[in-house]
Structures are given as structure tokens and as C-alpha cells.
């Protein structure tokens, strides 16, 4: 197998949000095999003309039907992901960390599919993600992977790129290889561009400064600090943004929650 590094160049990983996602589904559709989605999927496909072996060309009605389905959807889809109304979502009393896997089920089912699929929760995975795996959602101590993330701060607001956060890790972070913590655009579910190479911090690639008890202490705001420089993630004024903490080879203290991230505290907060 060939692996080829993409590391630091520009290149897009998401479908469009606006109607050329209907011509991109039908590539797919065209490309792969008839079973690779299911007779009631595809029906529904069809109805809006999008079926193997047959042009799409939707006339200027539909066309306009499905402008306004995409924009529908896709804003739905962004008030769901980054203003969940389900208790469920949320890791910890009193915390805006949230679970991309609502029901601790990689499959989003409800007691095992007695309460069928939690179609809500599915959505907020998969709007800011792509793949998925049983051992991201499973309880196996050291092994696979685990993930909580959050687009508001300690007060409930909104991460605004022009501001200046701390996030505490607490000492002993509970992880057998790496934790990670990475910012991302909203607007397009991706990586946050700015003047860093990564948006991002890790405790295996970064040379991080930690506090007298241990703790590590990140800052994120649009301007490099002149305390602990090397902790700092930048963001960028005007845009908004949201992190995702990842544990690689999460230990028991992530599982039964006697290790908690700290929240991310404005620093102008009083």
C-alpha cells in the first residue's frame, strides 16, 4: 500500500451545501453499484430523478425545489450538530462538552433498535464527521478511540474567533497512546484556517509548558500570548469555531468520568 501526505495542502473533504449536492449524489449514484443503497433510499432518489443508468435533468421546478431542500436541510442539519436540544448530548453535569455518539451506540440505535434509530443523533455525527467504527463508541479501555467536543464556552456562548479562551486539561490525562485537541470551522466542518501550521495541539508532537500541578493549560484566541506561546491555538477574528478533544487509547478515568476536561473559560470573563 502507498501512502501519500496531503499534510499542508489545500484540498476539500465535504459535499457541497448548496443544490450541486444533488449532482454530486447522482455521480455516486451513476458510479457505484445498484446495491450499495437500499430500495427505499433509492426510491427516493428516483422521485426526484436521480436513478442508475437514467441523466439527471432536472427542469427549472425542480431545480428550484431542491435549492431550497439543500439550504432546509443543511441548515437543520447545522442547528441540530451546534444547538442540540437532547439532554442526551452532553458528557457531564453542568459541561458544554458534548458526545457525537448520542446513545453510546456507533449505530445510533435506540435499546438496540427496540426504539428504532435516533435519526437526530446520527445527523450530529455525521455533519461533522464521515466515518464511522464500533470502537469509537465502544467501552474499551486503551483501545480505539474516544471524542467529546463543544462550540459554545463556560458561559454558553457562542467560541468567537476574536476572543481569548484557556482550556484546562486536569494531570493525568487518561490516555494510553495521545490526546489530541483540534479547531474547526463551522462553516465548513473542517480544520480552521490560519497562520499555524495545525490548528491543533498534542501531547506527543507539541513541546507543551504544564502548570506546577501537572495540568496543562491551552489558550486560544487570534493573537500569540506572551506567557506559555507554545500552548497557544490560533483563531480567527469574524469566524466562529468549535474543538473536538480526542483520546487515542482512552484509559477507565475517561469512562467512568473521575477525569474531566476543564471547560473553555473566556478570558475576559469576570
Do not use: C
Not at 450499495?36 to 432536472?58: C, M, N, Y
Not at 421546478?61 to 452532553?90: C, Q, S, W
Amino acid at each position: 500500500m502507498e501512502f501519500i501526505s496531503l499534510s499542508e495542502q489545500a484540498f476539500n473533504t465535504i459535499h457541497a451545501n448548496d443544490v450541486s449536492f444533488f449532482d454530486e449524489l447522482d455521480a455516486v449514484i451513476q458510479r457505484e453499484p445498484l446495491g450499495v443503497i437500499d430500495d427505499e433510499i433509492r426510491g427516493l432518489l428516483s422521485s426526484i430523478g436521480i436513478r442508475k443508468g437514467t441523466p439527471f435533468a432536472p427542469d427549472d421546478r425542480m431545480r428550484a425545489l431542491l435549492t431550497e431542500a439543500v439550504a432546509v436541510a443543511n441548515g437543520t442539519a447545522r442547528a441540530i450538530a451546534f444547538k442540540t436540544r437532547d439532554p442526551k448530548a452532553y458528557k457531564y453535569p453542568n459541561s458544554q462538552w458534548k458526545t457525537a455518539f448520542i446513545g453510546d451506540d456507533y449505530r445510533w440505535l435506540v435499546d438496540d433498535g427496540v426504539g428504532g434509530r435516533n435519526l437526530d443523533a446520527r445527523t450530529v455525527f455525521f455533519y461533522l464527521a464521515t466515518v464511522n467504527t464500533p470502537a469509537m463508541a465502544l467501552r474499551i479501555p486503551g483501545v480505539g478511540s474516544q471524542y467529546a467536543y463543544t462550540e459554545h464556552d463556560s458561559r454558553g456562548d457562542y467560541l468567537d474567533g476574536g476572543g481569548d479562551y484557556a482550556l484546562t486539561l486536569p494531570p493525568g490525562v487518561p490516555v494510553k497512546e495521545f490526546w489530541s485537541i483540534v479547531v474547526y470551522d463551522p462553516q465548513t466542518r473542517s480544520e480552521l484556517q490560519t497562520g499555524q501550521p495545525f490548528p491543533s495541539k498534542n501531547n506527543t508532537r507539541d513541546p507543551l509548558a504544564a502548570n506546577t500541578d501537572g495540568s496543562i493549560t491551552l489558550t486560544l484566541g487570534p493573537t500569540e500570548p506572551d506567557e506559555k506561546p507554545g500552548n497557544w491555538i490560533q483563531t480567527v477574528s469574524g469566524k466562529k469555531w468549535f474543538t473536538i478533544l480526542r483520546l487515542y487509547g482512552p484509559l477507565e478515568p475517561w469512562f467512568d468520568q473521575t477525569w474531566v476536561p476543564g471547560e473553555i473559560e473566556p478570558l475576559d470573563a469576570e
